[in-house]
């Protein structure tokens, strides 16, 4: 996490996408915040331990985001979508396994 925080001041990303997050429900949100940007994430539901899985979408907060429940149903496991608005256009980013 310390990398991707320290890439993300540098290159000043306005949307990150990121798959095998290796997240669980465990792990609150305060560890994998980055100053500046919302975060979407959606862990690996699994009742085994196993390592793997999990995904996260972050957005800068200079833009309008909100996250798609409807659209993170969807039929995979692993998937976090949301709805970005800038100049008056939607656009939609989702990362999913």
């Not at 990121?18 to 429900?25: D, H, K, L, M, Q």
């Not at 975060?39 to 957005?59: I, N, W």
Request: hydrophobic share 40%; aromatic share 8%.
């Amino acid at each position: 996490m310390d990398e991707l925080r320290e890439r993300t001041l540098v290159n000043d990303f306005h949307v990150i996408a990121i798959t095998e997050t290796w997240a669980r429900e465990d792990v609150i949100d305060c560890e994998l915040n980055i100053d500046g940007y919302v975060l979407y994430r959606k862990d690996r539901q699994s009742e085994e331990r196993c390592k793997g899985g999990g995904v996260a979408v972050f957005v800068k907060t200079t833009l309008k985001s909100k996250p798609l429940i409807k659209l993170n149903d969807s039929k995979f496991q692993d998937s976090v979508w949301c709805q970005i608005e800038a100049n008056q256009s939607k656009l939609i980013v989702g990362v999913f396994l």
